[in-house]
């Protein structure tokens, strides 16, 4: 299974962006699709996850300004950013999980300038 993320870029703060991650090679829909983002320094972090029944969970710093979303039908999750702040600026990568077994995405970075 690979995952491919996009929709990264630069954006002004209080912008929007939408990120997508496609998995291929799998029949399956994933149990779980989640986001994370790494920051220059820190470490990995969970941003928002959403289960096969459509369950969505999100960090608080996130929390009413991200919405996680999913496409069985075509493996596709997105993440759509909202009030973007400099802060939110990170490497956000994707993570399927399949049963036991999960896979991640190379990342797409986002950076939000003040």
């Known amino acids: 299974v690979q995952l491919q993320a996009s929709g990264g870029g630069l954006v002004q703060a209080g912008g929007s962006l939408r990120l997508s991650c496609v998995a291929s090679g799998s029949i399956f829909s994933p149990d779980a699709m989640n986001w994370y983002r790494q920051a220059p320094g820190k470490q990995r972090e969970l941003v928002a996850r959403?289960?096969?029944?459509?369950?969505?969970n999100y960090s608080d710093s996130v929390k009413d300004r991200f919405t996680i979303s999913r496409k069985n039908a075509k493996n596709t999750v997105y993440l759509q950013m909202n009030s973007l702040k400099p802060e939110d600026t990170a490497v956000y990568y994707c993570?399927?999980?399949?049963?036991?077994?999960?896979?991640w995405g190379q990342g797409t970075l986002v950076t939000v300038s003040s």
């Open positions: 959403i289960t096969s029944g459509g369950i969505t």
């Open positions: 993570y399927f999980r399949y049963g036991p077994r999960y896979y």
